[in-house]
């Protein structure tokens, strides 16, 4: 018996690095694996368990691998937008917004998340490419601008409809956890420790992502855990949870190879930058926006129980018209569930394709994303 | 009656000319949730290290390796709506697949409870 995918192309070529909490993940039962350079925690009880417990009550995840900068000095404004197509003039102080790292020719080299701190930018880039970002940002930036890579802080991620119930017992600050919104944060105090919060996450869920000092990571991690409402998740429920999510997941659905139109990240390329251009790939994606995409990334819904995986081809009748980037079975759906790029003639919602996999073809229908609607908590909401 | 193992975590039970295959213990437990099992068609014949059936979990695909050769006379059918018994009963109702021996000389080469015990204590 052997694994026929790696679970993971991001092997780094040295030993794995540990994270603040791996002792916390092993006392607790954590299976540990590598994944981007550090070895974390891939399940606890099990992935379908902790899935299925997410979606209905809260997970906590160790997010720490993923790189949390700081951007500061006087044109780290006009600095930040010559690198994303964000328009940082419409960024409200504490509202993360989602950009995309770009690279000259429209290819997508990270996801991330921008959010204005009081004197500077506070950005969190995906684990596996924070080092690449980094080299990026201070090649691109000028040497006004100051970059500090904040590694002594930990970020965990506490996610699913109880999240506010359990955080808000914990979180003191000037406003109340519950002022917070869908993509807005705040700085708290959990037991005495600083923390910056935002309401948000990847898991299609109300939730919060909360970034303290790593010192004190293991102490907050057992508090949260203590709450009824919250387990521990590994990153093998993480992914299946985004996945539902209809959420991308970089290195396997973004890639230098796809553009953001390409991608469904459209809103990523904010309205003032898409009339004044000025930002990385900027000919080929005004292009691609104005007169449409070669091909789309889509969500595709199987039938039966085995599960189309990444890089098997995507046909309609004896054509090949794409290639599945993510795949797996939702443990909330109970059917397998798959995103792929298609040529954009095939992409429309209700398109009946199918999945070659080991030589059988699997009957797959075009899909709108999520899979699995989204619960975030936006303004007007109830508390 | 007895059970053979092998290297990858795969195991047979013997009895008179039949063997039933069927993934270990260790093996289901590092695999997680298993979402689908593929099993091998009836009435072909297979080779001894073949990839001859596929277990699906929520994380990846796995092969199954036939641990001899011979000719495949019956396959656990149950494991189409229930394939979470492998990760429950890897070593009882959870078999995958029963075949008749073509070489049985073809055991000796494979390990027996306490030499794949103590080839998993050393992973």
Same mark, same amino acid.
């Given at each position: ?14 030993? *794995?690095?540990? $994270? ?14 590598? #994944? ?104 691109? $930036?000028?040497?006004?601008?100051? =970059? ?18 359990? =955080? ?39 939730? #919060?992502?909360?970034?303290? *000092? ?39 659905? $973004? ?69 599945? &980037? ?9 059917? *397998? ?13 209700? &398109? ?16 709108? =994303? ?14 | ?9 795969? %195991? ?6 039949? !063997? ?11 695999? !997680? ?42 396959? @656990?059918?149950?494991? !189409? ?5 492998? @990760?429950?009963?890897?070593? !009882?109702?959870? %078999? ?28």
């Amino acid at each position: 018996m052997n694994e026929i995918e790696p679970e993971s192309d991001e092997a780094a070529e040295l030993a *794995p690095m540990t $994270l603040p909490l791996d002792g916390w993940h092993r006392a607790r039962g954590a299976r540990m694996v590598e #994944f981007a350079g550090y070895m974390m925690p891939v399940q606890y009880e099990g992935i379908i368990a902790e899935h299925l417990w997410t979606r209905e009550h809260a997970g906590l995840f160790d997010v720490s691998h993923m790189g949390q900068l700081y951007l500061s000095g006087e044109t780290v404004e006009p600095s930040l937008e010559a690198v994303l197509p964000i328009d940082l003039s419409t960024l409200q102080r504490y509202a993360p917004r989602y950009s995309l790292l770009l690279d000259e020719d429209g290819g997508v080299l990270d996801d991330l998340m921008v959010t204005r701190w009081d004197s500077g930018f506070y950005l969190v880039v995906n684990g596996a490419t924070k080092w690449d970002d980094i080299a990026h940002l201070r090649e691109h $930036l000028p040497d006004e601008v100051t =970059l500090n890579h904040l590694e002594d802080s930990a970020l965990l991620a506490l996610q699913g409809p109880e999240a506010f119930a359990a =955080l808000d017992r914990l979180a003191m600050g000037e406003t109340s956890l519950g002022e917070l919104t869908f993509m807005k944060g705040g700085t708290f105090k959990i037991d005495g420790v600083e923390a910056w919060i935002s309401r948000s996450g990847y898991t299609g869920e109300d939730g #919060f992502e909360i970034s303290i *000092p790593a010192d004190d990571a293991a102490r907050i991690a057992e508090l949260l855990c203590a709450q009824n409402e919250v387990k521990p998740i590994g990153l093998g429920a993480r992914d299946s949870l985004r996945l539902e999510a209809g959420l991308p997941l970089y290195g396997h659905d $973004l890639s230098p190879e796809t553009t953001p139109i390409e991608a469904d990240l459209a809103f990523a390329i904010n309205k003032r930058r898409r009339a004044e251009g000025g930002f990385p790939g900027a000919e080929r994606i005004l292009a691609e926006l104005a007169s449409g995409p070669p091909r789309l990334r889509v969500g595709l819904a199987l039938e039966g129980r085995m599960a189309a995986r990444e890089h098997a081809v995507v046909m309609a009748g004896d054509e090949a018209i794409g290639m599945v &980037t993510s795949g797996g079975f939702s443990p909330s759906l109970q059917h *397998p569930i798959a995103m792929a790029y298609v040529d954009a003639a095939q992409a429309v919602p209700g &398109t009946e394709l199918a999945i070659e996999m080991r030589g059988k073809m699997l009957p797959a229908r075009v899909v709108s =994303l999520p899979f699995v609607p989204h619960r975030y908590h936006r303004k007007g909401d109830r508390p | 009656m007895s059970r053979y193992f092998t290297k990858d975590h795969e %195991w047979i039970e013997i009895s008179g000319q039949v !063997g039933t295959v069927g993934i270990t213990d260790y093996a289901q437990s590092q695999l !997680g949730d298993i979402t689908f099992v593929e099993l091998p068609e009836l009435g072909s014949s297979i080779t001894k290290g073949a990839s001859v059936s596929v277990v699906d979990s929520v994380k990846a695909a796995s092969d199954v390796y036939t641990p001899v050769s011979g000719e495949v006379v019956e396959v @656990n059918e149950a494991l !189409g709506d229930a394939p979470e018994t492998v @990760n429950s009963d890897a070593g !009882g109702s959870g %078999w995958l697949f029963k075949l008749t021996l073509s070489d049985p000389g073809e055991l000796d080469g494979l390990m027996d409870e306490a030499a794949y015990s103590a080839y998993v204590a050393e992973l």
